[in-house]
């Protein structure tokens, strides 16, 4: 059972801006993923009804430059295991 319909609603929408991602990357385009806005102001720029959720915000675009030196991500034994946590996956 979900949680809510909010978590529920929330989840796939992110598994299709995750693909939207991917999608402009291989068009060469840049994207930044965000979900600390005030969704009040979003709506009201948007013209977005008041019932609708905006759970994620998606820039597009160019970037001109670096923001940040690449932190870099996890090694994939830290983020992907086998059949239980903990257990390394082996391909
Ligand atoms: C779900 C999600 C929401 C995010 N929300 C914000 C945000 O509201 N503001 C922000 O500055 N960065 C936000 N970020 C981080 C940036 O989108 C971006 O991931 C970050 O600048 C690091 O870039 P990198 O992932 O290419 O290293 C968010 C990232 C994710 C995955």
């Given at each position: 059972m979900h949680e809510s319909v909010e978590a529920w609603t929330n989840r796939h929408t992110m598994l299709a801006v995750a693909h939207m991602m991917i999608v402009a990357k291989s068009f060469g385009v840049d994207s930044c993923p965000m979900e600390g806005f005030a969704s009040d102001r979003v709506k009201e720029a948007f013209n977005?009804?008041?019932?609708?959720?905006?759970c994620c915000l998606l820039a597009l675009g160019f970037a001109t430059?670096?923001?940040?030196?690449?932190g870099g991500r996890f090694d994939i034994d830290r983020v992907c295991y086998s059949e239980s946590f903990g257990e390394p996956f082996v391909l």
């Amino acid at each position: 059972m979900h949680e809510s319909v909010e978590a529920w609603t929330n989840r796939h929408t992110m598994l299709a801006v995750a693909h939207m991602m991917i999608v402009a990357k291989s068009f060469g385009v840049d994207s930044c993923p965000m979900e600390g806005f005030a969704s009040d102001r979003v709506k009201e720029a948007f013209n977005i009804p008041e019932e609708v959720d905006v759970c994620c915000l998606l820039a597009l675009g160019f970037a001109t430059e670096p923001y940040k030196q690449y932190g870099g991500r996890f090694d994939i034994d830290r983020v992907c295991y086998s059949e239980s946590f903990g257990e390394p996956f082996v391909l």
